[in-house]
């Protein structure tokens, strides 16, 4: 389950993971084994995914510097805030073709008109989209009735 700062029924939920994701994951809980074990009973066993080499949780004020930022370096990606790459994200889920409902869920966000308000901007691409589909639906069902 993923867990953010937004609080009620909605902040708890499971995320789908691709596989690489999954791998990168295991070898940091590997890592974080050798925490364990150097750490020994002082370790504070949170449970956290991401935690410091004490088992506690990350400091906000750290993750974004000591963190991500690192990361987008390594990855050679240009610096952005954790807020634009989930803002990023659910664009492309969107883009994709994912539908509302399930952008909604995965962002945890309270409704679907939250989500469609956020992601407006890009509903201009949608309506191009759809005409194109009918465009296309209406070419084949003119082809199969000749």
Partial sequence: ML???????????????????VAALR??????QV???????RYAAHDFVFADPGGEPLQ?????KYHWLPALRRAEVPPITLYAARHGAATMWLEAGLP????QE????????????????????????AADAMAAHLERARAAAQ
């Fill in 3 to 21: 867990e953010d700062c937004k609080t009620g029924k909605k902040s708890n939920r499971a995320i789908p993971l691709i596989p690489a994701t």
């Fill in 27 to 32: 070898r940091h809980w590997e890592r974080q």
């Fill in 35 to 41: 925490d364990r074990l150097v750490m020994g009973e």
């Fill in 60 to 64: 906000e004020t750290g993750v974004y």
């Fill in 100 to 103: 509302m409902k399930l952008v």
């Fill in 106 to 129: 995965l962002l945890g966000h309270a409704s679907m008109a939250m989500t469609a308000d956020v992601y407006s901007h890009i509903l201009p691409a949608f309506r191009r989209q």
